[in-house]
């Protein structure tokens, strides 16, 4: 199964199958995905943003992802999980607050605002996807945001996460999907720690 250098190469292998865009904003999700996205946008020409997001856990079971957190306050929840632990969106406040107040430090962190993208065309990036749960809340908070049109694209993704995800976006590109998923970093030769200098670096660059 085809792995990739580094989240560089992914982001130029990506731009090959996204030429038919024009004049597109690519949202990356930080860390690593900033890094696929800003080789993603040099090769289309294209704006870069940061979208963070936060993932947050059940009541009991924190590691037990339910829920994700996105930058205008909001908390998208999965609701087959949930229902099966028999939890409503009220009994995740608090965990929902919790992750609500780290994107607004992470945005802080990074000096970047939320992303004007009214009636454009976005390309939403990340490094993968394992359960999609951060990629679907990103695209519901690109459509608040007035988004014309949301395409994902990802290195990588298993099949059932990809049918997720393209049940809610216009288009997904996603040039690996490997029934047996398993560790993010086992799709990349090079999977170095991206720190928070390196997002502000690339999206700096990108400015």
Do not use: K
């Amino acid at each position: 199964m085809e792995r990739f250098w580094d989240r560089t190469a992914a982001g130029r292998d990506l731009a090959g199958h996204l030429a038919h865009h024009r004049d597109p904003v690519v949202a990356a999700v930080p860390p690593g995905g900033v890094v696929v996205g800003a080789a993603l946008a040099r090769s289309l020409g294209a704006r870069l943003v940061a979208l963070p997001v936060r993932r947050f856990g059940a009541p009991d079971g924190p590691n037990l992802i339910v829920g994700v957190a996105t930058p205008d306050g909001d908390a998208f929840v999965d609701g087959e999980i949930t229902g099966r632990l028999g939890l409503v969106v009220a009994d995740l406040s608090e965990q929902a607050d919790r992750a609500a107040a780290v994107v607004q430090t992470t945005m802080a962190t990074l000096g970047v605002s939320q992303p004007d993208v009214a009636g454009r065309d976005v390309v939403l990036v990340d490094e993968g996807a394992a359960s999609g749960l951060h990629i679907r809340a990103a695209i519901g908070y690109l459509r608040r945001r007035g988004a014309a049109r949301v395409t994902c694209a990802l290195p990588v993704a298993p099949p059932s996460t990809i049918d997720l995800i393209a049940s809610e976006a216009d288009e997904v590109v996603c040039l690996v999907q490997p029934l047996r998923f398993g560790a993010l970093d086992a799709w990349y030769e090079r999977f170095p720690t991206v720190g928070e200098d390196d997002v502000r670096r690339l999206l700096d660059g990108a400015g």
